[in-house]
């Protein structure tokens, strides 16, 4: 099993509103990212948590809050987007421990759009 | 940091034919070159990897070469048909996967 589980799949959301969204994953790997895409561009790395542990912020606005309760579990908090934050967000997953070698499983996205 | 390069842009040919995806990466430490699939509305798929103690991988109807001294890699699916048709990524590490800038392919029924 190679899923990787992303909830809500769409998600409308106005500048001064705070939403979460999250990712789960179950085949016991120790490292988790964050990725942005905009419409026919590749994955922007965002976040990267390697046993439960933030490792990577890619320089990202404070008005993303990554965050790693448990292995299996990575939520990305936002608060006061700004338009041009409407993007898809994935989530991926790797075994670990090395964060290079590999491979990342991602998960379906989140469709987001900022008003 | 690693620079990858991924042509063409876009790639239609008719069902049956073959397509051929070519990438190029800039950091000689790179050892681990992944394919993307990623259909719309969709997650990117990881359809097949290469490392680069190894020259050559196929799986079914599509398999990756890779050339280190040249530093390019490349996607190659035959008898290709309608469900192909996606947009394809290229991606090498050696820290984070550097993803090239995506093949739309279509085919043709």
């Known amino acids: 099993d190679t899923e990787v589980t992303q909830t809500p799949k769409h998600l409308v959301m106005g500048m001064t509103n705070k939403k979460s969204l999250k990712c789960e994953q179950h085949m016991g790997h120790r490292a988790m990212y964050w990725y942005k895409q905009k419409a026919k561009k590749p994955p922007e790395l965002m976040f990267v948590?390697?046993?439960?542990?933030?490792?990577i912020n890619e320089s990202v606005p404070s008005r993303f809050s990554p965050e790693c309760p448990n292995s299996s579990l990575l939520n990305l908090h936002l608060h006061a987007l700004q338009p041009e934050d409407s993007a898809l967000y994935l989530c991926?997953?790797?075994?670990?421990?090395?964060?290079?070698?590999?491979?990342?499983?991602f998960g379906p996205g989140t469709r987001l759009t900022v008003t | 940091g690693e620079n990858v390069e991924q042509h063409p842009s876009t790639l239609s040919v008719q069902e049956g034919d073959s397509a051929v995806i070519k990438c190029t990466y800039s950091?000689?430490?790179?050892?681990?070159f992944p394919w993307y699939k990623q259909e719309l509305g969709k997650g990117p798929q990881l359809i097949i990897d290469i490392r680069s103690n190894v020259g050559e991988k196929k799986d079914q109807r599509i398999a990756v070469t890779l050339n280190k001294t040249a530093k390019h890699f490349s996607l190659h699916i035959t008898e290709t048909q309608p469900e192909d048709s996606a947009v394809y990524f290229c991606a090498a590490n050696p820290n984070m996967l550097t993803f090239g800038g995506g093949t739309r392919l279509m085919v043709k029924p």
């Open positions: 948590y390697s046993y439960e542990k933030l490792s």
């Open positions: 950091d000689s430490a790179s050892n681990y």
């Open positions: 991926a997953s790797s075994q670990g421990p090395g964060l290079d070698s590999y491979e990342q499983y």
